[in-house]
């Protein structure tokens, strides 16, 4: 088992900036990537961003170029640098863990952070 707690979630300003954490514990090793996902309210959970194991990311192309996923394997965190936050950003955004083999596919999810957009 893996078990997966975010922080960092808030409010922002449009073109502000915010960054969420994802700890990680447990299982880790089962898995080879973590990502994260959000969900705004009557929409899809989509997929954000995803970083493996060896630092290989990919991006929804809604974030691409303002986004950044990175992780400190030594401290099992994987982090979400949001800049130039837009106001279709807001969500609860989900910090999850599993394997990438051509797909993404996560096994184990946080319960989420809220991450709001306002002026």
């Known amino acids: 088992q893996v078990q997966l707690v975010e922080s960092g979630g808030g409010l922002v300003q449009p073109g502000g900036s915010l960054a969420l954490s994802c700890a990680a514990s447990g299982s880790i090793f089962s898995t080879n990537a973590m990502g994260w996902h959000r969900q705004a309210p009557g929409k899809q959970r989509e997929l954000v961003a995803t970083?493996?194991?060896?630092?290989?990311?990919n991006y929804a192309d809604s974030v691409k170029g303002r986004f950044t996923i990175s992780r400190d394997n030594a401290k099992n965190t994987v982090y979400l640098q949001m800049n130039s936050v837009k106001p279709e950003d807001p969500a609860v955004y989900y910090c999850n863990a599993g394997i990438l083999l051509g797909d993404y596919r996560p096994d184990y999810w946080g319960k989420g952070t809220l991450v709001t957009v306002s002026s």
């Open positions: 970083i493996t194991s060896g630092g290989y990311t």
